[in-house]
């Protein structure tokens, strides 16, 4: 097993220990790809809402929210082209029986090259030492620009074949590049086939197509289908934006890696309505903001990177990814899309119904065109964790495990905990959380010595722990130790509200957005 999984293992058997996910109906032995979260990852879920509401909605008076159900129309998925192009391409291989998504299978192909433009960069670093300069030595080196061009071929060739639906084509391509399964290692592919990931119901008692529904696959069509409801009653003018928080559903037939890739799983969408042909400026605009949005959390730079799309949605002229090194690699966090009039233009088709904006300023009627940013709950919730979890040997050689969640994201923010169970310590450590527990998630924790007490906390993610001992029913101070340094001072009581409202309040880091 290489490092990787071994790390993906780590932070799954650690949030199913402290109560952050577990597998679904876990009593009789789990469903594939569902997951429940518990006790502490609820807490650490809606905090990432909290944030992403907040920024997106609180902090831009054009932006509005919207809560649309899951039951849609089913004119409403003919109409944005999901029944017809909601689609992947899959190949199997006959020896293992695995399952895998065809352009993947090429695309982490592709991946090898550039982690051999990687290398090549380090070794260029170590050999010319300060005076490395990264843009010229990739512009220059001969090795790295042979690779570049083999990337820039293959990529345009897997373009082709989907752009083309060539599912033949694709097998080949597979084939022609010796592409071996990664469980058996063998070339025995099956051809490649087109699945429908939306998942299929029936409306009442009455079977057949009429009634056919579909669970929401992205909840974004519920904001395009109330374009005009939030348009006209919130009087909102171009541009402007509508967010929006919910389930989605998909068949995905290659679930895997946990949390990152469900069949139901939660979308942070937002549609910002824009005059057409000033689309890709608004594109960058969303780009860059929800990069530092994601920065913001102070997991580290290093861990994002953008991904423009060789194959674009059916409904998209720009797309990117907002990639995170996850324990699996670099994979998708968060989509930015610009969508055209694609969805508005279908719906007025579809419904009859003239969905279109009157400018002012322009003195004319339009449909707008749509810059979409949606980010999946679910991966942030994961990037959060994969990232925090660490494991740490101290200055005097013992290990401690330690989740150093953002602050303003962990569940509890302080946990206050007497230093016996006896002396009226407990009484004080209560009262203490009665002051602060209208302004912060507080745990009361009095079981085992203090020391495994903050080791507990420090693998939950608390960021601060509050101790309340003997001179505290002296003078009203108590010890308040820093989960990331590991740092205790003594404070007094009173100015605890003050200083965790500096250190872990979600107002900080949205000051830090604008
Ligand atoms: N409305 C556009 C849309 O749905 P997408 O790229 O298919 O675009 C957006 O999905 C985001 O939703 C992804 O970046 C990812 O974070 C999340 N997502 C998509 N499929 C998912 C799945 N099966 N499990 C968990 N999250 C998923």
């Known amino acids: 097993m290489d490092k990787k999984e071994d790390k993906l293992k780590e932070v799954i058997s650690h949030a199913k220990e402290y109560g952050y996910v577990f597998p679904s109906s876990e009593i009789y032995d789990g469903l594939a790809a569902t997951y429940d979260?518990?006790?502490?990852?609820?807490?650490?879920?809606?905090?990432?809402?909290?944030?992403?509401?907040?920024?997106?909605?609180?902090?831009?008076?054009?932006?509005?929210?919207?809560?649309?159900?899951?039951?849609?129309?089913?004119?409403?998925?003919?109409?944005?082209?999901?029944?017809?192009?909601?689609?992947?391409?899959?190949?199997d291989n006959k020896d293992s029986k695995k399952r895998y998504r065809a352009d993947v299978l090429i695309e982490d192909y592709i991946e090898k090259y550039r982690d051999k433009i990687k290398k090549e960069v380090v070794k260029g670093r170590k050999r010319f030492g300060e005076s490395f300069d990264e843009e010229q030595f990739l512009a220059t080196n001969p090795n790295v620009k042979r690779n570049a061009e083999?990337?820039?071929?293959?990529?345009?060739?897997?373009?082709?074949?989907?752009?083309?639906?060539?599912l033949d084509g694709l097998k080949t391509f597979i084939e022609e590049?010796?592409?071996?399964?990664?469980?058996?290692?063998?070339?025995?592919?099956?051809?490649?086939?087109?699945?429908?990931?939306m998942f299929g119901t029936e409306l009442g008692s009455v079977a057949g197509d009429a009634a056919t529904i579909y669970l929401r696959p992205e909840t974004a069509q519920g904001i395009f289908v109330n374009y005009l409801n939030v348009q006209k009653t919130g009087r909102m003018k171009i541009p402007f934006g509508i967010a929006q928080i919910g389930k989605a559903f998909r068949n995905e037939i290659v679930a895997r890696q946990f949390i990152f890739r469900m069949r139901e799983f939660e979308q942070m969408e937002m549609q910002y309505f824009v005059r057409p042909g000033e689309e890709?400026?608004?594109?960058?605009?969303?780009?860059?903001?929800?990069?530092?949005?994601?920065k913001a959390l102070g997991l580290g730079d290093e861990f994002y990177r953008h991904h423009d799309h060789i194959k674009l949605a059916h409904y998209a002229n720009a797309a990117a990814d907002i990639e995170f090194d996850f324990p699996m690699g670099f994979k998708e966090l968060e989509g930015?899309?610009?969508?055209?009039?694609?969805?508005?233009?279908?719906?007025?088709?579809?419904?009859?119904?003239?969905?279109?904006?009157?400018?002012?300023?322009?003195?004319?009627?339009?449909?707008?065109?749509v810059i979409e940013t949606s980010v999946g709950l679910d991966r942030m919730f994961l990037a959060v964790l994969s990232a925090s979890l660490k494991n740490e040997t101290l200055e005097?050689?013992?290990?401690?495990v330690v989740l150093s969640i953002p602050p303003a994201l962990a569940p509890y923010k302080v946990a206050v905990m007497?230093?016996?169970?006896?002396?009226?310590?407990?009484?004080k450590a209560r009262e203490i959380i009665n002051g602060l527990k209208f302004d912060f998630n507080c745990q009361y924790d009095e079981k085992d010595s203090i020391g495994k007490r903050y080791r507990r906390q420090d693998a939950i993610g608390t960021p601060f722990h509050v101790t309340v001992d003997h001179q505290t029913l002296e003078d009203n101070s108590v010890t308040i130790r820093n989960r990331d340094t590991m740092k205790q001072e003594r404070v007094a009581i009173d100015a605890l509200h003050t200083i965790l409202d500096e250190k872990v309040s979600l107002k900080r880091l949205l000051q830090q957005l604008s």
Request: with cysteine; net charge negative.
């Open 396 to 400: 005097d050689g013992s290990e401690r």
């Open 150 to 166: 083999k990337i820039d071929d293959l990529e345009s060739r897997l373009s082709a074949l989907l752009e083309s639906d060539d």
């Open 280 to 294: 890709l400026r608004w594109y960058e605009y969303w780009k860059e903001k929800r990069t530092k949005w994601h």
């Open 177 to 197: 590049l010796g592409i071996v399964c990664p469980i058996s290692g063998t070339k025995n592919w099956t051809d490649v086939r087109q699945f429908n990931l």
């Open 37 to 91: 979260y518990g006790q502490l990852g609820v807490e650490l879920k809606n905090n990432i809402k909290n944030y992403w509401w907040s920024a997106m909605v609180q902090m831009h008076e054009e932006i509005v929210g919207l809560d649309a159900a899951i039951f849609m129309h089913p004119k409403t998925w003919k109409a944005s082209g999901h029944v017809d192009a909601f689609n992947d391409p899959l190949i």
């Open 418 to 427: 007497p230093l016996t169970k006896k002396d009226g310590l407990p009484e």
């Open 336 to 369: 930015i899309h610009s969508r055209t009039d694609f969805d508005l233009r279908k719906h007025e088709e579809f419904s009859g119904k003239k969905i279109q904006f009157f400018d002012p300023e322009l003195n004319k009627s339009y449909i707008p065109y």
